[in-house]
Nanobody, 126 residues
Framework: QVQLVESGGGLVQAGDSLRLSCVAS????????MGWFRQAPGKEREFVAA????????DYADSVKGRFSISRVNVKNTVYLQMNSLKPEDTAVYYC???????????????????WGQGTQVTVSS
């Protein structure tokens, strides 16, 4: 069982930066692929970024590549999402999620993730 708690969201202006954090409980964190997803009003939840259990592999949606960076510190049971050059279209609720294990192949599919945080709101004004 893994419980996830996100923090770090807020209201910022276009071009600003934010860093989201996700703290996980549970002894298996270091064996879980972790992902960040987001959901804007009226839209489906979409993949943002993922990081492998060891941190050696990362993946990004095209819309955030080059602006966002995912990282993790396993000894702290924490995964981060550094968001730079934010745009109004980045406005959404951001969710941290954990795969049940270290599978990497389906990292972009929300239905592969079994543990989810409550979400943190990110609002980017123009």
């Amino acid at each position: 069982q893994v419980q996830l708690v996100e923090s770090g969201g807020g209201l910022v202006q276009a071009g600003d930066s934010l860093r989201l954090s996700c703290v996980a409980s549970g002894r298996t964190f270091s064996r879980n692929t972790m992902g960040w997803f987001r959901q804007a009003p009226g839209k489906e939840r979409e993949f943002v970024a993922a990081i492998s259990a060891s941190g050696g592999n990362t993946d990004y949606a095209d819309s955030v590549k080059g602006r966002f960076s995912i990282s993790r510190v396993n000894v702290k049971n924490t995964v981060y999402l550094q968001m730079n050059s934010l745009k109004p279209e980045d406005t959404a609720v951001y969710y941290c999620a954990a795969l049940d294990g270290s599978r990497w192949l389906f990292r972009r599919r929300p239905d592969e993730y079994v543990y989810w945080g409550q979400g943190t709101q990110v609002t980017v004004s123009s």
